[in-house]
């Protein structure tokens, strides 16, 4: 389809925790002849819903995708030759804020970020394949009773405001502004096929209790992720405050694990959405344009009579995924680890693999590339991660840098990343070639990754070695900055580890050049640390982390059955207790899978 250049706007202000803006409608009526083939495309930065004639045909919720749309502006395409009727047809669309215009990421500096603007979208309508109506000045908007949306901050939802029929052929718009005209975004145009977000099932609350301070505490049972369906009957005017959160302290609804890492303490926009009751009949509220991780929902502004059971209702969605596979076995504490991972997975599936669904809602490149492999064996995320890695492609900056988060809109370069998270570009195509045998992620990546290695380049030390960016993170009992493994320990073992990646996708892609670079790389990376760090065929660093991921990734194979002997002392000398980040817990485990496949091939 043709792209449409005209993008259009309701207003030029930013949205501000400070100085809220609505949610906009637009519209656009036109003339149609029953029969003739039609198709919408949209390309929109923030978050739309798309009706036709009053209908929704948009693909899921949160659509059309996150991004930064100086590097990406993601396009939808639907087929609405059923939705038309002959004569006058109306095109509608709701439009919030998304990653585009959010207020509440100013912790990574998203509210500063170079693509930030109020959210636009370009749109085209094709008749048997000719286009005959595209986005300008004659689509007329008005503000909608969403008075401020946010990604992470929550939504504000004034029904009083409600403009009935809107999106229908016969509405009179005739007080309603003309919209404007928008700049451009600067992105790559990607028509995306990562699976939309959709509601995957209803939870209702297991209990509804009342806190000490008034508040009503409704328990769903289970941490997921998603919105809560409002209904109820009130008076006009009455004001609802729905918190969401994970844990309770002493009967009330305790969020300082969000706030933590929040809008930094700004209670009223954590996981908040807030409805105004226009009075009378019973009425209905479902947040659009937002999404919150939870079990539990503290409420208020409602009377006894209002808290009951089927006051709340919990829409789970997340990417509306395939299983791919599964397991269960004997053990009852096994199987709630993998369901527990399936949950966490679905979880921090929104388009991109994010870290949480309520703090952060960022796309940490090192969370994926340590869960790729086991998120690949449960479900089919092929499409997802595609479309999210293109993203980490057209965020390497001109040094050849990978930022620690993706997309972003800038931060995440100084701090935040290093090889045990830039690694993502390699581990993806990786996993998706190792198990499907496709080699698509690898033949786009391909270039990526020689940038890459030519920045690696750039960082190594005196010793032939590498040490910037992020250590093993989280530890157990200690700052999560703080772990006892060195810097240059496991940055050095990730970039050999990287590099044997690099050569089998080369050869997957018949690409000389890039194999060639990272046999070259790894060859003497893998010459260095033996030098410094492996004596007596032992590690210099009598730690889990550091043995571990040496006989995991084999940077001193020769000396593999040595080193095993010492992790297995090691761990016991830790009184059978990890002791690992992030990065030593995945390999650690990895080592007794190797071990399990020996003792096999033994038997």
């Known amino acids: 389809m043709k792209i449409s250049q005209t993008y259009i706007c309701a207003t030029r202000e930013y949205n501000r925790l400070e100085k809220h803006l609505p949610a906009y409608y637009f519209r656009k009526n036109f003339e149609w002849k029953a029969g003739d083939r039609a198709k919408i495309g949209v390309w929109c930065l923030g978050f739309y819903e798309l009706y036709i004639n009053g209908v929704n045909v948009t693909k899921g919720r949160l659509a059309p995708y996150i991004c930064n749309s100086d590097q990406l502006v993601p396009y939808?395409?639907?087929?609405?030759?059923?939705?038309?009727?002959?004569?006058?047809?109306?095109?509608?669309?709701?439009?919030?804020?998304?990653?585009?215009?959010?207020?509440?990421?100013?912790?990574?500096?998203?509210?500063?970020?170079?693509?930030?603007?109020?959210?636009?979208?370009?749109?085209?309508?094709?008749?048997?394949?000719?286009?005959v109506l595209e986005t300008d000045e004659s689509f007329v908007t008005k503000a909608s009773p969403i008075t401020f949306d946010d990604l992470r901050s929550g939504e504000r939802y004034d029904a009083r405001k409600e403009t009935l029929g809107w999106n229908l052929p016969d509405f009179d718009?005739?007080?309603?502004?003309?919209?404007?005209?928008?700049?451009?975004p600067k992105g790559k145009v990607r028509k995306i096929t990562a699976e939309p977000i959709r509601v995957t099932k209803i939870l209702h609350p297991v209990s509804v209790t009342k806190t000490p301070s008034g508040k009503y505490i409704y328990d769903f049972g289970e941490n997921f992720t998603g919105v809560c369906r409002l209904r109820i009957r009130g008076k006009r005017g009455q004001v609802v405050k729905m918190l969401h959160g994970e844990r309770l302290l002493h009967g009330e609804l305790d969020?300082?694990?969000?706030?933590?890492?929040?809008?930094?303490?700004?209670?009223?926009?954590?996981?908040?959405?807030?409805?105004?009751?226009?009075?009378?009949?019973?009425?209905?509220?479902?947040?659009?344009?937002?999404?919150?991780?939870?079990?539990?929902?503290?409420?208020?502004?409602?009377?006894?009579?209002?808290?009951?059971?089927?006051?709340?209702?919990?829409?789970?969605?997340?990417?509306?995924?395939?299983?791919?596979?599964?397991?269960?076995c004997s053990d009852v504490t096994v199987n709630r680890i993998q369901e527990a991972t399936r949950r966490s997975d679905l979880s921090n599936l929104f388009y991109i693999p994010t870290d949480c669904p309520h703090r952060e809602k960022n796309g940490w490149t090192a969370d994926i590339a340590l869960s790729a492999e086991q998120m690949m064996l449960n479900f089919d995320v092929d499409k997802t991660l595609t479309d999210w890695l293109f993203s980490v492609c057209q965020a390497q900056?001109?040094?050849?840098?990978?930022?620690g988060i993706v997309p972003t809109g800038g931060w995440g370069f100084e701090w935040g990343a290093g090889p045990a998270w830039d690694i993502v570009i390699a581990e993806l195509p990786y996993e998706q070639y190792h198990y499907t045998g496709d080699t698509r992620m690898i033949k786009f990546a391909a270039k990526t990754m020689k940038r890459y290695l030519e920045y690696v380049e750039t960082k190594r030390n005196e010793d032939g070695l590498f040490a910037y960016g992020l250590k093993d993170w989280c530890p157990p009992a200690k700052?999560?900055?703080?772990?006892?493994?060195?810097?240059?320990?496991?940055?050095?073992?990730?970039?050999?580890?990287?590099?044997?990646?690099?050569?089998?996708?080369?050869?997957?892609?018949?690409?000389?050049?890039?194999?060639?670079?990272?046999?070259?790389?790894?060859?003497?990376?893998?010459?260095?640390?033996?030098?410094?760090?492996?004596?007596?065929?032992?590690?210099?660093?009598?730690?889990?982390?550091?043995?571990?991921?040496?006989?995991?990734?084999?940077?001193?194979?020769?000396?593999?059955?040595?080193?095993?002997?010492?992790?297995?002392?090691?761990?016991?000398?830790?009184?059978?207790?990890?002791?690992?980040?992030?990065?030593?817990?995945?390999?650690?485990?990895?080592?007794?899978?190797?071990?399990?496949?020996?003792?096999?091939?033994?038997?």
């Open 255 to 328: 969020i300082i694990n969000i706030q933590a890492w929040g809008v930094r303490g700004r209670k009223e926009y954590d996981q908040m959405d807030i409805y105004t009751l226009k009075g009378g009949d019973w009425e209905t509220y479902t947040p659009r344009f937002t999404y919150h991780g939870f079990q539990y929902v503290s409420v208020d502004g409602i009377t006894d009579e209002q808290a009951t059971l089927d006051l709340l209702t919990f829409e789970v969605m997340h990417s509306n995924v395939k299983t791919r596979g599964d397991f269960v």
């Open 397 to 403: 900056d001109e040094r050849g840098a990978i930022p």
């Open 173 to 184: 718009d005739s007080d309603w502004a003309n919209a404007l005209i928008a700049a451009t």
């Open 76 to 131: 939808d395409e639907y087929d609405v030759t059923a939705a038309l009727q002959d004569g006058k047809n109306t095109i509608g669309v709701w439009l919030g804020n998304g990653l585009q215009n959010n207020a509440g990421g100013e912790e990574w500096h998203f509210h500063v970020a170079a693509f930030r603007s109020a959210p636009k979208f370009a749109l085209a309508l094709c008749k048997n394949g000719e286009v």
């Open 479 to 603: 700052d999560s900055s703080d772990s006892p493994v060195p810097l240059e320990v496991s940055d050095s073992i990730t970039i050999f580890a990287m590099c044997q990646k690099m050569i089998l996708l080369a050869q997957a892609i018949g690409d000389k050049a890039l194999e060639d670079h990272a046999a070259s790389i790894g060859a003497r990376v893998q010459a260095a640390y033996k030098k410094k760090y492996i004596k007596d065929g032992k590690s210099v660093i009598s730690e889990q982390t550091a043995i571990a991921m040496a006989i995991y990734y084999g940077i001193a194979k020769d000396c593999n059955k040595t080193l095993e002997k010492q992790l297995l002392a090691q761990i016991h000398a830790d009184n059978d207790h990890f002791t690992t980040g992030v990065l030593g817990a995945r390999v650690l485990i990895g080592c007794c899978r190797i071990w399990v496949k020996r003792i096999w091939r033994i038997r």
